[in-house]
Each structure stands twice: as structure tokens, then as C-alpha cells.
């Protein structure tokens, strides 16, 4: 019997390798057209305007810091920890596809629709995994407007994607082992009280009219998601923090975000007479401009005497046995959808 033909498309935003502006300009306007568009009212003419502003900005302020983006690098390194892991897979699920894994962005190349559109006629089935654990809107909604775009009602026969990362037990157990491993007890733990700041992308709470936001933001889930962390760290006997707080990195525009910012985290630690804290941005599965520039920023500046950044799970061996164990019962599952129709039209058939 023939194999069929799967792909595994490992996606995330994208952020710019080489930092110029012929790179950043594109990337600029694809964020401001896909996510600033969802949440204000934005002009076709303002959107160039907008984009370039910010694509300015954003190289002036890195190039004066001399940083440059490490999300793609991460991405393809963890790409290669799960194909690796998948090769090695004595999944029964193997016998009857081939499997090839790829790496997609939403915002530089390869762009997501661009791979979609190349598997969609040379491949029975693909699996999408967006490389951020909470759903929303702005994450991996971007990923299924893509799908739906371009496997319009062939989506639910040969497209599968990733999701409800954020409440599997073991993501947590990973998370907290991580965590643990790379504290800097020698170091950390000369403060009197110590904090942890856990850092997540912020989420719209009302529109500028006062309103629940029309799109889905994942605010609930976010909560929860910090809640069952902060409870799997409190209770376990390794912990060394006194207090643990939500730091959320929000935008400006759309209305009002998320309270529990890592300012508000920070300050709210220094004001308590705490003199040590740790951040780790557990809300995103790989480093980017937002966390070890923008939080690591704010942690540095921050008059709290002893503090240590500690980096996203990134290529952590764990978290890609993780992932591709998810990933193979995605494949799995996807088959047995696929046989199951392949059953259905034969008897229809048959029948006629």
C-alpha cells in the first residue's frame, strides 16, 4: 500500500535575521495589515505610514543597542529537534505516511500561505503547529485564517493545527523543571525576598469605545493558563519565590490591555522590599525582540538589586519530545480522519 504524504509546518510570527530596513519594511506592513488591522480601524493609505514609521523606529532603537532578533534561528533549531524526534518515532502511525517537517512566518519568509499554497497539491495532509501556547486571535488565529484561505473547504480533510498547548499537564511539569534547573541559587538568592515575574504577550481587554473586543484574544485563557503555572510552582518543593506575578507586554493602540504589566510586576516587587527577582517569559516557546530585548530591558533597568532573566523553553531537548509526541497524535489523528472518508465515499460508491 502506498504512503501517503504529510507535512509538519512549524510556524511563528518571524522576526527580520538581518537587521535593515529593506528587511523590516515588509515585515512592518504584513503585522500592521494582519494584527493592527483586526483591532483599529486602519486606512489603506495610513498602513504604509504606520508600517514605516515603525520599521524605522524599531532599527534605530536596535541598531543603537546592537540587537538583533534570534525568533527565526531558535524556530529552525527547534524544527530540526523535532524532525530528529520524529525520525526516531515507533509510532504505528509511521507504516502508513511519510512525514517531512518545514519551518513558516506569518510575517517574514517563508511565509506560512506561501508553504500552505506549495503542499496543498503534493500533499495528502499537513499538520500546523503555532509555536506560541495560548490561542487567540492575534496568534494562532492568524495561522488558521491562512489555512482557511487556502485549503478553503478542503480544510477540515487535510489540515490539522496544534492547539490548547497551554493546558496540558506535561508542558507544565517541562516548564517547572526548566524554571528550577536555571535559577541562579548562588546568585538569586543573596536578596532577602525573591519575586518571579512570569511574562506573557498582553491581551485587548475593552475596544476605545469601552467595549469586549470583537475578536477572540484569549484573555480568559491567559489567566488561566498564568493560574495553573503559579499554582504548579508554589506547590512544588524546589520553590524559592515568595511571590510570583503576571507580566504582560501589551500595545498601545485598540483600547484597554491587560492591567498585570511587567512595569506594574516590577514596581509593585520594589515597593514590597523586594530585593531579588526573576523573569521568565513562559508565554512564549521562543526568545524574540519582545522578551530578551523589551522585558530583559525593563528587568535590567529595573533598581531591584539582584535579578536574572531566564531564557524562553527555546531548544530545550524536553519541550521537543513534548512537542512531537503532540505532533505524532495530531498525525494520527489526521490519518484516521482521512481513512475514514476515504470509507465513507467508497461506499458511496459502491452504493450508486
Not at 82 to 95: C, E, G, N, W, Y
Not at 154 to 170: A, I, S
Amino acid at each position: 500500500m502506498k504512503k501517503k504524504k504529510y507535512a509538519v509546518v512549524i510556524a511563528t510570527y518571524g522576526e527580520v535575521e538581518k537587521l535593515t530596513l529593506r528587511n523590516l519594511w515588509p515585515s512592518s506592513r504584513r503585522i500592521v495589515k494582519v494584527i493592527t488591522r483586526q483591532i483599529v480601524k486602519v486606512p489603506k493609505l495610513l498602513i504604509y505610514f504606520i508600517a514605516d514609521y515603525r520599521s524605522t523606529r524599531h532599527y534605530i532603537d536596535w541598531r543603537l543597542h546592537n540587537y538583533e532578533s534570534t525568533l527565526v534561528e531558535t524556530n529552525r533549531i527547534q524544527t530540526g529537534l523535532i524532525a530528529s524526534r520524529l525520525r526516531k518515532s515507533d509510532h504505528p502511525v509511521f507504516s502508513s505516511v511519510d512525514v517531512e517537517i518545514k519551518e513558516a512566518y506569518y510575517f517574514v519568509p517563508p511565509y506560512l500561505e506561501d508553504t500552505l499554497e506549495e503542499l496543498r497539491e503534493t500533499y495528502d495532509g499537513v499538520v500546523v503547529v503555532p509555536m506560541i501556547p495560548v490561542e487567540s486571535a492575534f496568534s494562532c488565529g492568524v495561522a488558521c485564517q491562512m489555512i482557511s484561505d487556502v485549503y478553503a473547504d478542503k480544510r477540515f480533510e487535510k489540515v490539522r493545527v496544534l492547539n490548547k498547548l497551554w493546558q496540558d499537564p506535561e508542558l507544565h511539569r517541562i516548564y517547572i523543571d526548566y524554571l528550577f534547573q536555571r535559577v541562579d541559587r548562588g546568585y538569586i538568592l543573596k536578596g532577602s525576598k525573591t519575586g518571579l515575574v512570569l511574562v506573557i504577550h498582553g491581551t485587548l481587554v475593552r475596544d476605545r469605545a469601552g467595549n469586549p473586543p470583537r475578536v477572540f484574544t484569549g484573555l480568559d485563557e491567559t489567566s488561566a493558563f498564568f493560574e495553573a503555572i503559579k499554582k504548579r510552582i508554589t506547590s512544588d518543593p524546589r520553590n524559592v519565590f515568595h511571590e510570583i506575578r503576571q507580566g504582560c507586554m501589551n500595545h498601545s493602540a485598540g483600547g484597554q490591555w491587560t492591567d498585570d504589566t511587567i512595569e506594574k510586576a516590577l514596581e509593585e516587587f520594589r515597593a514590597d522590599g523586594y530585593d531579588s527577582v526573576v523573569m521568565f517569559p513562559y508565554g512564549f516557546f521562543a526568545d524574540n525582540s519582545e522578551t530578551e530585548y523589551e522585558a530583559q530591558t525593563l528587568l535590567d533597568k529595573s533598581s531591584i538589586p539582584y535579578k536574572q532573566y531566564i531564557r524562553c523553553i527555546n531548544g530545550s531537548p524536553d519541550f521537543a519530545g513534548w512537542l512531537s509526541g503532540r505532533i505524532v497524535a495530531e498525525l494520527n489523528t489526521l490519518n484516521n480522519l482521512q481513512n475514514t472518508f476515504e470509507s465513507l465515499e467508497c461506499c458511496k460508491t459502491n452504493a450508486s
